[in-house]
């Protein structure tokens, strides 16, 4: 293979991994045992029978946890800890064997690419869950499985182009996700406002203490004098 195809391998296995990882897997696993793509070598154990099945099984799971409100949270809460580092894996699996510095290279981006595909996904779930109907969620899981299989088979066809969308979609997912940081501390705000927690006093600032202590400076002073700890013996 190619810089440009190894390239968009990696990167395509690290994002891909960080929204559906079984689909992923399951995808290059079907298209390498089929013949209908040669997968770099490193990537050739993606398609023994016993691999494919595993992820075949894994991904049927995801598929109806992945659409069921509430359910997808959880998964996505487990999965931070097997998509991002699966992810890295599979991105320096990707690269063959080449030296440390590639596979390192690859481990990092690989990485990267997953966890922050795996936090837009994770983080626009959560504030999709806050509408109580279910069809925004199927949705957002039918759209995420087309885009792995579709952006994988894209990625080995045409790196080139799957390059430059997938730039596109890194973009769109770096300024999307303080927003969604932002949703989400407004919806935690609401839920504790909803459990009878309240906003902390603000503190008076200095203007109002000293509008406070001149305006009523009689009353403070005889307050003072009206407290027993502060009688002279």
Not at 21 to 29: D, P, Q, R, V
Not at 98 to 110: D, K, M, Q
């Amino acid at each position: 293979m190619g810089i440009v195809e190894t390239i968009a391998i990696t990167m395509g296995l690290g994002w891909a991994s960080g929204f559906n990882l079984y689909a992923a897997m399951l995808t290059l696993g079907l298209l390498g045992a089929t013949d209908s793509m040669v997968l770099p070598e490193g990537l050739t154990i993606l398609q023994h029978p016993a691999v494919i099945a595993a992820a075949g099984f894994m991904y049927f799971v995801e598929f109806f946890a992945d659409k069921t409100p509430g359910v997808d949270t959880a998964w996505d809460t487990v999965h931070t800890f097997i998509r991002i580092p699966a992810g890295a894996v599979l991105a320096a699996m990707a690269v063959g064997d080449v030296s440390p510095v590639a596979e390192t290279v690859a481990l990092i981006v690989g990485g990267g690419m997953a966890a922050t595909a795996h936090a837009t996904k994770a983080g626009t779930r959560m504030l999709i869950n806050t509408s109580p109907e279910p069809f925004s969620n199927w949705t957002a899981s039918v759209a995420e499985d087309v885009a792995v299989v579709g952006g994988l088979w894209l990625a080995l066809a045409n790196p080139g182009l799957f390059l430059v969308l997938l730039a596109a979609a890194l973009v769109a997912m770096i300024w999307l996700l303080p927003k969604i940081w932002r949703g989400l501390k407004a919806v935690a705000a609401r839920i504790r406002g909803w459990l009878g927690g309240t906003p902390d006093a603000p503190e008076p600032s200095a203007t109002n203490r000293t509008d406070l202590t001149d305006g009523d400076a009689s009353f403070t002073l005889a307050l003072d004098r009206g407290r027993p700890g502060d009688r002279p013996a």
